[in-house]
């Protein structure tokens, strides 16, 4: 294992940690908190017990230190972290800009049990790619929970659709996701003919991070050999019998880019759960909201009220029914995992109190 020796200036420090995504944010703390920058390092891979990191000049394994070991729930690294590294130990987790994270896997839907479980995904994103296909894959309500799991990270993103060589006239999608992705970019690829890369470059350039969200047989790994240049990941066809794609990818992984910048393929995702309640559904619907205002009631609930301007969109055929049922259906998962964490919060609050009134009885006798 690499022990490192050598004691750089800040200048050179700092120069070369910002080609790995080391920004003011981070800067500013380091310097707040009088953090050894010969220690900082960038999480490139994070496996059960051992680490990838990179300094900007060496790359080299580490393992958890006792303390992020019996605090695993906390903090524990992941991929894209900025950690402290003490002889090829990680001792700290330096404090993320932001995590992507969902509800652990199986936890959607569930009505029962304590809050919600996060599964952080990655740390210190800059922008997220949503991949979709235009074949099977294609899901424009699954694209709008995707939407909603970034808002609610509060991240950027791009939604990225794939195997446009598919079809004939692919602007056709792109016209169904603009009505759905307000203001969001949308960028259509093909593994064919190159189409869409130059698009893309411009989410990557020097110091900047982007990660890959999509499900099984997308594209992802596709795309990432694409915007590479080279082939850097796995790929394999989707099944023609029932169209899903396989897991070809099976860890969340930095890959250096040509352009400068950062990119992280994640396996495929094929549950979407909140993690917490947030501004996700409203930023994914903000056209649901706009029209909201002109309800009868501040209150409506758009199920039916008379008077209901979101009503009256859908029998107009401003607005589909089904975006409808799907903002109905994710904000009920959000005010669930609301009323999950603030009873969770409530009952870790009656355990302390019924302890302390235990060690008084005890002290009494």
């Not at 549950?271 to 309800?295: H, M, N, R, Y």
Request: hydrophobic letters at 35%.
């Amino acid at each position: 294992m690499k022990t490192r020796t050598f004691s750089a200036s800040r200048y050179e420090l700092t120069n070369r940690l910002r080609q790995l995504g080391w920004n003011d944010h981070f800067e500013g703390l380091a310097t707040n908190q009088e953090l050894d920058l010969n220690q900082a390092a960038r999480v490139l891979s994070a496996q059960r017990n051992q680490f990838l990191v990179s300094d900007g000049r060496t790359e080299w394994l580490c393992t958890p230190s006792g303390k992020l070991r019996r605090r695993k729930q906390q903090n524990y690294p992941v991929t894209g972290d900025w950690v402290l590294v003490d002889e090829n130990v990680v001792q700290r987790v330096i404090a993320r800009k932001n995590t992507l994270r969902r509800g652990e896997a199986g936890s959607r839907g569930k009505q029962a049990g304590a809050a919600q479980r996060e599964q952080p995904l990655a740390a210190n994103i800059d922008t997220v790619f949503i991949v979709c296909g235009l074949d099977r894959d294609y899901n424009v309500r699954r694209i709008e929970r995707f939407l909603t799991l970034v808002y609610n990270c509060e991240m950027a993103s791009v939604i990225v659709l794939t195997k446009t060589d598919l079809h004939e006239s692919p602007d056709a999608f792109r016209a169904e996701i603009e009505s759905i992705a307000l203001g969001v970019p949308i960028v259509l690829t093909s593994t064919k003919d190159g189409s869409g890369v130059k698009d893309l470059h411009g989410y990557l350039n020097v110091g900047q991070t982007a990660s890959m969200l999509g499900s099984s047989g997308a594209g992802k790994s596709s795309l990432a050999n694409m915007l590479h240049g080279s082939d850097i990941q796995a790929t394999a066809s989707v099944s023609r019998s029932v169209g899903k794609g396989r897991h070809t990818t099976t860890s969340r992984e930095l890959i250096a880019m040509p352009q400068g910048g950062l990119l992280m393929d994640n396996p495929g995702i094929r549950e979407i759960a909140f993690p917490k309640s947030g501004v996700g559904v409203e930023a994914s619907f903000s056209d649901i909201q706009e029209l909201a205002k002109f309800c009868r009631f501040a209150n409506c609930s758009h199920l039916h009220e008379p008077g209901c301007a979101v009503l009256h969109a859908v029998d107009s055929g401003e607005l589909l029914q089904a975006r409808l049922d799907n903002y109905h259906k994710m904000q009920r998962e959000m005010e669930y995992v609301q009323a999950r964490s603030e009873k969770s919060s409530d009952c870790i609050e009656k355990e302390r109190w019924k302890g302390l009134s235990r060690r008084r009885m005890m002290m009494k006798n």
